[in-house]
DNA sequence: TATTGTAAGTTAGATATCTAACTATTTAAA
DNA sequence: TTTAAATAGTTAGATATCTAACTTACAATA
């Protein structure tokens, strides 16, 4: 019998993944960061310098979101804005050295939140399951 | 070969899960109520009156969001506040007319949200499903 | 060339959410 | 009985997020 509690249950999941991530980042001494920020790291360590616009579509974000967390890693000293040589309206997103290396303390936290979801399971359930959010998902 | 991609599915999930009710609901007349006014209605439509205190535990919310979301539903018109009898402290929250009368809208854009999640999978495959969540969060 | 359109980014304003601090009331302990 | 502790709820302040509107720069078309 379905309980058709999974909306609620994948809402806490979300919540709880949350808070992981801000108090393992605070654990190791890092804070003002948030989930958001984190996916705006992931971007850069992954493709190197990247433009406002691109982030926000890799984030899932709007563009004023982006605007806003940008302005807080500035602030924090992670990254730096740059301007395109060749065209003035494009800003490119730059790590700085303290961005650089915040890196293994993500790829820590990752691991660790990763553990908590895909601990229990077989490789095939969890690409079963994998698949089957992302069947939902393009079912919106 | 696990792509690790379960975290950022389920939160894209979520967002996708709340747009569609936002705009469901606007689809119906009904404006200015986002998911958590939504989870409070229906702790109502299920309970009856409910306390801030409950309201808080069962939404999963701080009882200063559900101070917040319930002066919403009061602005608009779909419950009001009650002070206990008994105990000076306690507040109840009630429903109205207004908010009885928006019982079968929930009830339609639930049943739309909860047939995109588990359209495509049978009875036990939705009952894993529902399963692997509790567990993931479970082991927060 | 001038105008119109499009694209990138920011600003403004609103809101849900949190933590911390506060008020008011009830309960417990001295 | 008086004082201390616990409980219910709100207020204050901060932040991530959104939509709408704006600015600036480039592109296209007349």
Chains 1, 2 share one sequence.
Do not use: W
């Amino acid at each position: 019998m379905l309980k058709k509690t999974a909306v609620s249950l994948i809402g806490r999941i979300r919540d709880s993944a949350n808070r992981l991530i801000i108090s393992e980042l605070e654990k190791h001494g890092v804070e003002g960061i948030v989930p958001s920020h984190g996916d705006i790291l992931a971007c850069l360590y992954q493709n190197g310098p990247v433009t406002m616009k691109d982030l926000a579509e890799y984030i899932h974000r709007t563009k004023p979101t982006v605007t806003v967390l940008v302005n807080k890693l500035v602030e924090l000293g992670y990254v730096t804005r740059e301007k395109d040589a060749g065209d003035n309206r494009i800003t490119y997103i730059n790590l700085t050295e303290k961005g650089v290396a915040l890196q293994p303390v993500f790829n820590e936290v990752s691991a660790r939140l990763n553990a908590i979801i895909y601990c229990g399971l077989t490789e095939t359930e969890g690409e079963n399951f994998e698949k089957l959010l992302e069947n939902i998902l393009r079912r919106f």
